[in-house]
């Protein structure tokens, strides 16, 4: 299999299971096998993805922890490229106390579960009940990062927009999303439109046949549902400003991939637009592949890129 077919299947998974989520590893490993992992996240090649070498660990955490926002885009259910961006989130933590996470994996209707955890009113086992997580949607470097946020008394953000009205946004339309109550829409950022130019070529070209098998009215729907994830996910962070920078969001890598362009990333592209101010975003990029250097199809996709491997076979 080939990178770019790779990479085009995890995107396909994605839209095929856009209303139930994505699979994860579990979190039955043994702590040795956790350690372990977690010294090798430290010891990988971080790359300037601009294609001029690259950088220390110690650099690139210095670049985030300045920043207003950090994008950690990841391979959902790659273990190492997990636990890079846990470790990278230790440190920027530990360099700047006012740094916050906020997450993909969690819904605004979640803050609730995720504030009761944090604040110890509840245990993990309650935790993870009420917020629905287990061993396949939770893995262990993510709840790590919940964890060390508690350890620091920091928030942590249940940013995207819940899937019952993603489906919604995809089905009927943003009209139908206008007309929910006071209560509903709170949960939820509305797009004036659906993403146009190099963002929306690269979504179409990553649904390959199914895009060409369902038309333009599929492709419509499910640029719905995508814009509606960008806009909730960078609202939630906009509003954790008032708590703190760098807000350090993790997300699939495709919401993240090619920042520097407006039209390039439609999450990046809603940051600035709401945030009503200039901001500094940086992004780290882990991808599913084995290189030493920038590939050109990956220039400038990100500030820092790190190449982590293939995915294990069944974490697609």
Known sequence: MTIRTARRLLTCCALATLLTGCTTQTRDEPQALRDSMRQQARSVTILNGDGSGTTTWSQAIAEMASADVVLMGEVHGHELGNAIQQEMYEDILTANPNALLSMEFYERDEQVALDDYLAGITDREAFEKAADRNAGNNPWAHARMIDASKEAN???VASNAPRRYVKLARTDG???????????????????????????????N?????????GEEMIEGFLR????????????????????IPVVHVVGYFHAQ?????????LVDQLRARAGRELKIVTCITLPATHDEIQDADR???????????LKTGNF
Not at 190 to 201: E, F, H, L, V
Not at 225 to 244: C, Y
Not at 300 to 310: E, K, L, M, P
């Open 154 to 156: 920091r928030p942590v």
């Open 174 to 204: 943003f009209d139908r999303l206008r007309e929910l109550n006071d209560n509903q829409r709170a949960l939820i950022e509305i797009p004036s439109g659906t993403p146009q130019g190099a963002y929306r070529d690269r979504f179409v």
């Open 206 to 214: 990553a649904m390959g046949g199914m895009a060409s098998h369902g």
């Open 225 to 244: 549902s995508q814009s509606t994830w960008d806009a909730t996910m960078a609202q939630s962070i906009v509003n954790a400003f008032n708590e703190g």
């Open 258 to 266: 090619f920042p520097f362009e407006a039209g390039s990333s439609e």
């Open 300 to 310: 400038n996709i990100a500030d820092f890129v790190v190449y982590v491997g293939s």
